[in-house]
C-alpha cells in the first residue's frame, strides 16, 4: 500500500518527496498502533474472562466451604449428644457396680473396671478437647485490653491446687495485650497445665512467664525446667493427638498446643517453642501491638 501511495503521488506530481515519505511513516506508525490496539483488546478480554472464571471457582469454592462448616457444626453436634450419653452410661454403670457389688468383686474384677472407667473418662475429654478445637475456628473473637499479668496469675493460682509438686511461678512484668479474654485464658491454661505436668518429677519446679518485645509485636513465653523434649520433632509439637510422651508417662489427650497455635494465629500471631530433654522448654507466643484494622 505504501509503494502503491507513492507511485501515485509520484505520477500525479501532487506529493513531494518529503512529504510522501512524512506520509509513509504516519501510515506505518498508525498500522503498527493498530495492531497493537488490536492485540491489548484481546489481551484484556482474556484476563478479563480469567478474572471472571476466577471469581467463579471463588465463589463455587466459598460455597463448599460453607457447606463443609455447616457438616462440622452438625458433626459436633452428633459428638456431644449422641456419643457423650453412651460414655457417661458406661462410667456411671461400672461405678456402680464397684460401689454395690464390691463385695462379690475379686480384685481383678475391680481392676478391670476401673481400666474401664479411666478409659471412658479418657474419651471423653477427648470429645471435649475436639469440640473445643473445632469451636475455636468458628468463635467469633471479641478484642478488648487484657491484662495479662493478672490473667496469668490467676490461672496458675487455679492449677496450682492440682499439681503433686511445690512449683515456684515468676512472674515479669507483662504488658497489656489485645484480644479475646477467654480465648487468652485458654492460651494460658493450656501451657501452664503443660508446664505444672511436665514438672512433676522435679523437687523444685520453677515456671517463668515473661515478655519481650519483637517489632510490632510483643512475644509472651512460658518457661519450665521439666523433662523438656528433643527438638528433632518441633513440627510435631502443635499438631492435633501430636504427643511427644507416652499416656503412661504423662496424661493428656494431644490436643491442647494445637488449640493454643489456632487461637494465636487467630490473633494474627505466631507460636513456636524451645526444649531440651531433661532441661525444660520454653514456648512463645505473639500478640499485635496494635490490631490491624
Known amino acids: 500500500m505504501l509503494g502503491w501511495i507513492r507511485l501515485l503521488g509520484e505520477q500525479a506530481d501532487i506529493f513531494s518527496s518529503l512529504e510522501l515519505g512524512v506520509a509513509s511513516l ?13 492485540r491489548s483488546a484481546r489481551l484484556v478480554y482474556r484476563i478479563d ?8 471457582q471463588l465463589r463455587e469454592r466459598t460455597a463448599q466451604l460453607e457447606t463443609a462448616n455447616k457438616e462440622l457444626e452438625a ?3 452428633s459428638v456431644s449428644h449422641d456419643l457423650r450419653a453412651p460414655l457417661r452410661a ?3 454403670f461400672s461405678r456402680m457396680i464397684i460401689e454395690d457389688y464390691a463385695n462379690r468383686l475379686d480384685e481383678e474384677g475391680k481392676r478391670l473396671l476401673n481400666v474401664i472407667r479411666k478409659n471412658t473418662q479418657n474419651m471423653g475429654q477427648l470429645i471435649d478437647d475436639l469440640l473445643a478445637f473445632s469451636r475455636i475456628g468458628r468463635k467469633e473473637i471479641v478484642r478488648d485490653e487484657i491484662n495479662m499479668a493478672e490473667l496469668a496469675k490467676t490461672v496458675f493460682d487455679e492449677l496450682k491446687p492440682q499439681a503433686k509438686q511445690d512449683t515456684t511461678l515468676k512472674l515479669d512484668g507483662l504488658p497489656s495485650a489485645y484480644g479475646d479474654r477467654a480465648l487468652m485464658r485458654q492460651v494460658f491454661v493450656n501451657l501452664l497445665s503443660n508446664s505444672l505436668k511436665f514438672t512433676r518429677s522435679r523437687n523444685e519446679a520453677t515456671i517463668e512467664i515473661g515478655c519481650k ?3 510490632d509485636k510483643n512475644v509472651y513465653f512460658v518457661r519450665d525446667n521439666g523433662v523438656g523434649f528433643d527438638m528433632m520433632y518441633i513440627n ?3 499438631g492435633v493427638f501430636q504427643r511427644l510422651h507416652s499416656v503412661d508417662e504423662f496424661e493428656g489427650t494431644g490436643v491442647g498446643l494445637a488449640i493454643v497455635h489456632r487461637i494465636i494465629h487467630r490473633h494474627n500471631g505466631e507460636v513456636r ?3 531440651k530433654v531433661g532441661e525444660g522448654a520454653v514456648f512463645y507466643f505473639s500478640i499485635p501491638l496494635k490490631e490491624k484494622e
Not at 474472562?49 to 467463579?56: G, I, P, S, V
Open 26 to 38: 504516519v501510515l506505518a506508525i498508525t498500522i503498527v498502533f493498530t495492531v497493537l490496539l488490536w
Open 49 to 56: 474472562a480469567e478474572r471472571n472464571l476466577a471469581e467463579e
Open 75 to 77: 458433626f459436633s453436634y
Open 90 to 92: 458406661i462410667d456411671g
Open 213 to 215: 518485645k519483637e517489632g
Open 236 to 238: 510435631k509439637l502443635f
Open 273 to 275: 517453642a524451645e526444649g
